[in-house]
């Protein structure tokens, strides 16, 4: 029978024949089967079991159950985009989400498990649409992608925080305008006086 450490911090003992400590979470009753729930960690070491059961513990007081640990965020994404997006945002705006998840999230960090994504892994989608050539806004928008689909996860129980609020957001570009020459902007007052758009053209010019 399991050894009870103190009231509410579940249980640890050792299967001799398995030579494995085990931790035990009592997660309550399944309401659609009426089962029992718990959530079981191993390992071979007393102090290691400890502090998984430990952890586990510390996502259910915080969480109500402990972290699914196992969705990749290829396989969160698409879950995201299906079920959280599709149903509450117009057509395009689904598009748009689903490109950036297709062509730069899931490529770049879609591998990972979703619980252990890190900032570096959030600025490494940015590196990789500046590396091909993309603008700032493209990275911008990626960001922005990744914070929503991160901060949805978190709140499903898939992480215990949505790391992108860490990273500082790609910056805008800066707009530039180009010079003419004087003589040019001359012309082009000249020809804008005889036209009926005139004024508009010389305060574009002048603006």
Not at 53 to 68: F, I, S
Not at 153 to 164: D, F, M, P, S, T
Request: include cysteine; charged fraction near 25%; charge should be positive.
């Amino acid at each position: 029978m399991p050894k009870k450490r103190n009231h509410g911090d579940g249980a640890l003992y050792y299967i001799k024949s398995k030579k494995l400590w085990r931790g035990v979470v009592d997660l309550g009753t399944d309401p659609d089967t009426g089962a029992r729930k718990q959530k079981l960690v191993h390992s071979k070491s007393q102090t290691t079991c400890r502090e998984k059961l430990k952890a586990v513990l510390d996502e259910v007081a915080e969480h109500g159950a402990p972290l699914d640990k196992t969705p990749t965020v290829s396989a969160w994404a698409e879950t995201w985009l299906d079920t959280i997006k599709k149903p509450h945002v117009d057509p395009k705006t689904y598009s748009g989400y689903s490109s950036t998840v297709n062509k730069w999230i899931s490529p770049t960090i879609g591998h990972l498990r979703v619980s252990a994504v890190k900032p570096s892994d959030v600025s490494s989608v940015s590196r990789a649409i500046t590396a091909a050539g993309k603008s700032s806004t493209t990275a911008r928008h990626a960001y922005r992608v990744v914070s929503m689909l991160l901060e949805d996860a978190r709140k499903e129980g898939l992480c215990a925080r949505n790391v992108a609020l860490d990273v500082t957001a790609p910056k805008k570009a800066a707009a530039t305008r180009e010079s003419i020459e004087a003589g040019d902007a001359s012309r082009m007052l000249e020809i804008a006086a005889e036209t009926d758009l005139g004024s508009l053209w010389c305060f574009k010019l002048l603006g």
